[in-house]
């Protein structure tokens, strides 16, 4: 398989993982730094790829371990941004009440979720990935991912509803 | 109707909207009587939906040039991306040449046509020969749906994936292969018993439109054919009796729409 055969493969795919990457991570930059190492591990890996796995989960879970690698960093080392440098939704919440759930307040929820529970649901509900796939890309069992799915919706619907009391779903910590 | 019990996956499968109808009209009905249930779900979907509206511009987002793989391209050294079809050709080489000791034998029948579909019939025979055999990666792609794209990009046309399941054949997976005649691709099968039989499929610039006909190379045989401009070869080392079904079944699956 040449290079261009890679790139065939692969192209399709970056943009679900630079939205995968988004949801982990909200800074743009960031979350792209993480899809920009996933895309070079995969091209520099691509001959160890065993032939019968998906190729579509095999990408996603390098980018789900770099994420995972670059959270543990970050949650050590604390996150540091120049003021000027931080989205203005980190501080404000735009006043766009049109649907019933407002995407900043999704976005804020799932971030407070813990990192199983938030991969689960990225993968599944909006990357679309099986069931099977998504234990693949995480490494645990089916019932480990659907247990996982069943705990992360039912916080986030809690987080939600207290979200009707705003100011209960802006930084917490 | 089932009397298993409605279980959480099942109430998060019906969230994901991934339930077989059977189990999805089960579910429904339990929903009815559970205002409950009905109304978590609901929240549930609401939320899986505004994710999905949340995240999908990003997915729309031109992508940044750090990101276009065409680009991590350079960073590649030369010799590794070649290396590959490099070795299969050799490897072909390498049978070709042995055909004389190893019993492999070449009919003049299939050289007899150089470019029409004696030729498609050689190029799979000589594939099969090489890859059928290969205990441990027979196939670069197991997946259908990555495998109809990658071929259906090499061969500029969307190709689909013959399923050979009623047949009693697994797809393994496939792979694009070169041929003199350009990119073509390779799918490959397996029976219950491990027996193998590989498809492949390309462009065809003599014989566009050619009936089935039968190859025989020895130890390889099978059945090409082409339509509207596109070539298939099946090939295996079962008996003819057994490939001609099989290879009705192909043709029957990837012929063009009627128009």
């Known amino acids: 398989m040449t290079m261009l055969d890679t790139m065939l493969i692969v192209e399709p795919l970056i943009p679900g993982l630079r939205r995968y990457a988004r949801g982990q991570v909200r800074d743009m930059t960031l979350a792209d730094d993480l899809v920009q190492d996933c895309l070079e591990r995969a091209v520099a890996r691509w001959h160890q790829r065993q032939p019968d796995r998906s190729i579509k989960a095999w990408l996603y879970a390098i980018l789900h371990n770099i994420a995972i690698d670059r959270g543990r960093k970050t949650a050590r080392q604390g996150k540091s941004v120049a003021v000027d440098d931080t989205v203005q939704s980190e501080f404000a919440t735009p006043a766009t009440q049109d649907q019933g759930l407002r995407t900043d307040d999704i976005l804020t929820a799932i971030n407070l979720l813990p990192e199983e529970q938030r991969a689960v649901l990225l993968l599944i509900g909006v990357e679309d990935l099986s069931y099977a796939e998504a234990a693949d890309v995480i490494g645990v069992p089916i019932g480990t991912v659907m247990s996982r799915l069943s705990r992360g919706r039912e916080r986030l619907r809690v987080l939600l509803d207290g979200g009707a009391a705003r100011p209960a779903l802006r930084r917490v910590k | 109707m089932t009397d298993r019990p ?38 549930f979907r609401a939320q899986r939906d505004a994710l999905r509206a949340a995240l999908a511009p990003v997915a729309a987002e031109p992508l940044p040039s750090r990101l276009d793989i065409r680009h991590l391209t350079p960073r590649q050294p030369r010799w590794r991306a070649q290396m590959r079809p490099l070795q299969a050709l050799a490897a072909s080489f390498i049978l070709l ?13 299939g050289r007899s046509s150089p470019n029409g579909i004696g030729a498609l019939a050689q190029e799979a025979a000589d594939s099969y020969s090489v890859f059928a055999t290969d205990p441990l990666h027979p196939v670069e792609i197991a997946e259908p749906v990555g495998l109809s794209h990658w071929i259906g990009s090499r061969l500029n046309r969307p190709v689909g994936v013959p399923d050979l399941a009623r047949a009693g054949y697994r797809l393994l997976g496939g792979r694009v292969i070169s041929t003199p005649h350009g990119p073509a691709g390779l799918y490959m099968y397996e029976d219950s018993k491990g027996m193998r039989l590989g498809v492949l499929v390309r462009p065809m610039k003599i014989d566009r439109t050619a009936k089935m006909a039968e190859h025989d190379f020895g130890d390889v045989r099978g059945y090409s054919w082409a339509d509207q401009g596109l070539g298939y070869s099946l090939v295996g080392s079962a008996p003819a009796s057994t490939l001609h079904p099989v290879a009705d079944e192909v043709r029957r699956q990837l012929a063009p729409p009627m128009s």
């Open chain 2, 97 to 109: 040449s042995a055909g004389g000791l190893g019993g492999w034998q070449l009919n003049e029948h």
């Open chain 2, 6 to 43: 409605i279980t959480e996956d099942d109430l998060q499968a019906y969230v994901d909207e991934r339930l077989e109808p059977p189990r999805q009209r089960r579910v429904e009905a339990y929903l009815a009587d559970h205002p409950d249930a009905a109304k978590r779900l609901a929240a």
